[in-house]
């Protein structure tokens, strides 16, 4: 799942008292954010395993910290908590819970069982949909497509082409995704999913108030 997570965080946002689609895009891939990091400094670990399952070549070995159960409720509390602390918004920082616990829901949808309960548990569990790559399409482009055009349709939209670049972009590389051979190396991969700090920002400079001059 790549964009079905975008779809959500795009779907989460609606009207001005809610937080920022750039805050909302960190909530929403926020254990995809820790991973990374966590698999550069070898606390986390995966393998290139080409057909692991029909959509993917990675082999999630050992992420407990960042994708079981457990640890994304407890992402998900902190993240909320953080954002009440900062904005005292309670509305927002429930949204922002949920959001970072929906990663968590389509990641058990997608993968295979390799999303562990707990770090303190051996129990893997996953209804592994990238086995049937017609049905998970279906599903994220739905998602997605469905939060770009509530998106699109929101009042305080703005920035239609950086919006509509944002939006062809996000679609380029989930093609590339399911098309490409499998990566050169784990360091790739991890690398490469710190790009994901790229969409945070662009996310931002979409609803960046037009200077005045
Ligand atoms: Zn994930």
């Known amino acids: 799942m790549f964009i079905g997570h975008y779809g959500i965080g795009l779907l989460a946002k609606k009207n001005k008292q809610l937080p920022s689609l750039a805050i909302m895009f960190i909530a929403v891939q926020?254990?995809?954010?820790?991973?990374?990091?966590?698999?550069?400094?070898?606390?986390?670990?995966?393998?290139?395993?080409?057909?692991?399952?029909k959509l993917t070549h990675l082999n999630f070995e050992f992420y407990p910290y960042s994708h079981s159960l457990f640890m994304a409720l407890m992402w998900s509390i902190i993240f909320g908590l953080c954002y009440l602390l900062f904005t005292k918004n309670k509305k927002g920082s429930l949204i922002l819970g949920a959001l970072v616990m929906s990663h968590w829901i389509l990641d058990f949808i997608t993968h295979r069982p390799d999303l562990p309960?707990?770090?303190?548990?051996?129990?893997?569990?996953?209804l592994g949909l990238w086995n049937y790559p017609v049905l998970e399409t279906?599903?994220?482009?739905?998602?997605?497509?469905?939060?770009?055009f509530l998106y699109f349709k929101s009042p305080n939209f703005?920035?239609?082409?950086?919006?509509?670049?944002?939006?062809?972009?996000?679609l380029i590389v989930h093609m590339m995704n399911l098309l490409s051979?499998?990566?050169?190396?784990?360091?790739?991969?991890?690398?490469?999913?710190?790009?994901?700090?790229?969409?945070v920002i662009w996310a931002w400079w979409i609803e960046k108030k037009p200077s005045s001059n």
């Open 30 to 53: 926020l254990l995809d954010l820790i991973w990374p990091i966590l698999v550069l400094l070898g606390i986390e670990s995966l393998s290139i395993d080409p057909g692991n399952t």
């Open 117 to 126: 309960i707990a770090p303190f548990s051996d129990l893997k569990v996953g």
């Open 138 to 148: 279906i599903l994220e482009l739905s998602l997605f497509g469905i939060g770009a």
């Open 158 to 170: 703005k920035r239609k082409i950086a919006f509509w670049l944002l939006v062809l972009f996000l």
């Open 181 to 199: 051979p499998p990566p050169p190396s784990v360091v790739a991969v991890a690398w490469s999913a710190n790009l994901m700090w790229l969409i």
